[in-house]
């Protein structure tokens, strides 16, 4: 497996608010790899956000690349992640932004903080599993274990030795710094006999929200605040998948972790353990995630746009694509995901030097405002066909359009919800709901006083959801499902938001030492 400085997860990244890191990757691994800082705005610098064939090609074998990282408004809990193919299964760790100096957090300060992070175990080299499913056309093989801080815990015989402990003292409240990285399942999360206060999402605050569970999905990040207020023992921090595809074989294994009281008791020969919902009670995700608030306070005021110049309707779907090599299974097609029925098709060149070059049929501007063809996208979809259009759509803005994307599920081979990510932004989640989204009754229903800020969000499978922004940020800056096998698929798209008026609202300079696209 690949890793970063020898270790499972990475190394955490600790910084202050408003500042930069810089960060030197060396590449001794055999496969190209970028780093992507998930979360971090970067502004006017979409050089060092790290998607390959987006915004930078690969990093090759033997090679290095310096990256800076520009923190701004961001505080709270962020992540890094390799993003090229398959990598960011081992390559990951967490971003940890401090607020800044003088200033302290909007609640009382924990007695100590600890990262959590929810991985995936696979048994084989990741990058040779997605190549063979990619070659059949078919599913990639599900992962074999979920982990906590690289260990799937001792309902596994293979780590029973090995199983995470976090001992805390009673009476003391820790604050945990969750980061999802499962690759494509969405995790249900929970600490036996323990209520949970989450005051944070995606570097950002929230109003506190006391809840026995958080539901979580590929890419998100929380902050959230445990008491250690029960009988001293040991309890289990458990981890457990959502999966509400039918039919499509899943990890359904459940991780844990130990909670460990310190002092002088007799510890249970098993700690206690807890039940999370179920691995297809979607009601219990959407229940959580629409009780969250932005702070909205005076010392953390939000700006929700109210004046949209820009409006999309954007259908996720899953469908199927001819299979070139005649190898794929099933019908010699093979499957793929879409964004209003076009499946993204990456290039040997990055978009944003072909951008920022003039260079032609790199890409086309034509990604569309909403699906080609209406339908009854949470119903029956009629004759519509599951097949897609391959290509390299991408969608120009103008600076400072103020934006509202709504994302459709629909039902066309199979209904899935998914983690939808937009680089470069926080946007603001107004609406959510079950079936069509209707333009005529449902924006009456948007929080527009203190909806969550955030850069991940889900669709669920048979609904909608609306998210706003100001397009301030200049630059190529991919959207994209953030299920791995989803956007291997396809499920993604380029956002170009042009220049604004002077340098300052002006993409930088590019680097002199950019990785080179050429195979040599």
Request: charged residues 15%; proline residues 8%.
């Amino acid at each position: 497996m690949l890793t970063v400085n020898e270790s499972f997860p990475g190394p955490t990244i600790r910084v202050r608010k408003a500042t930069q890191a810089i960060v030197n990757v060396y590449n001794y691994g055999r496969y190209d790899v970028t780093i992507h800082w998930h979360g971090v705005k970067q502004p006017r610098n979409p050089w060092y956000d790290g998607p390959e064939y987006i915004t930078q090609c690969g990093i090759k074998q033997g090679h290095n690349f310096t990256y800076v990282v520009l923190f701004t408004v961001e505080e709270g809990t962020l992540w890094w992640h390799a993003h090229s193919d398959w990598t960011r299964a081992t390559v990951h760790g967490p971003i940890v932004v401090l607020p800044a100096l003088g200033t302290t957090y909007p609640f009382p300060s924990p007695y100590e903080e600890h990262t959590i992070v929810l991985g995936s175990w696979y048994k084989g080299d990741v990058m040779t599993i997605i190549s063979d499913a990619m070659y059949t056309g078919g599913r990639p093989n599900t992962s074999v274990a979920h982990t906590i801080n690289g260990q799937p815990g001792d309902l596994y015989p293979c780590s029973n030795d090995t199983t995470y402990r976090l001992k805390v003292k009673p009476g003391k409240t820790y604050m945990l710094r969750i980061v999802i990285a499962v690759m494509n399942v969405e995790i249900f999360f929970g600490i036996a006999n323990h209520n949970l206060t989450v005051v944070g999402q995606d570097g950002a605050y929230l109003k506190p929200v006391t809840t026995d569970y958080i539901s979580t999905a590929s890419g998100q990040t929380f902050d959230v605040l445990v008491t250690a207020n029960q009988e001293p023992s040991l309890y289990y921090m458990i981890a457990s998948p959502l999966f509400d595809t039918h039919g499509t074989p899943f990890d359904n294994s459940t991780s844990t972790a130990i909670f460990e009281y310190e002092g002088d008791y007799s510890p249970p020969s098993t700690p206690v353990f807890q039940f999370l919902p179920g691995c297809n009670d979607t009601e219990a995700a959407v229940k959580f995630v629409k009780r969250l608030r932005s702070l909205a306070s005076k010392e953390y005021p939000i700006y929700v746009p109210k004046n949209i110049t820009q409006t999309m309707l954007i259908t996720t779907t899953m469908n199927h694509m001819p299979c070139p090599n005649k190898s794929c299974e099933a019908r010699g097609d093979r499957l793929a995901s879409s964004l209003n029925n076009f499946t993204y098709v990456t290039g040997s060149i990055d978009i944003l030097q072909a951008y920022t070059r003039n260079l032609s049929d790199v890409y086309t501007t034509d990604f569309p405002d909403a699906p080609p063809v209406m339908y009854n996208f949470t119903g029956d979809r009629g004759n519509l066909s599951e097949y897609t259009t391959p290509g390299t759509r991408v969608k120009m803005l103008n600076y400072g359009e103020q934006v509202e994307i709504v994302f459709q599920g629909t039902t066309i081979v199979s209904s899935e919800t998914h983690p939808m990510h937009l680089h470069g932004f926080s946007f603001f989640v107004v609406g959510m709901g079950k079936w069509n989204f209707d333009y005529a009754s449902d924006p009456l229903s948007y929080n527009l006083v203190d909806p969550p800020k955030v850069n991940t969000i889900i669709v669920p499978a048979l609904g909608w959801v609306a998210i706003r922004f100001v397009a301030d940020n200049p630059g190529t800056w991919l959207m994209h499902c953030h299920l791995a096998r989803h956007l291997i698929w396809g499920m993604s798209t380029v956002l170009i938001v042009k220049n604004g008026p002077s340098n300052d609202t002006s993409i930088r300079p590019r680097p002199s030492y950019m990785p080179s696209c050429s195979s040599s």
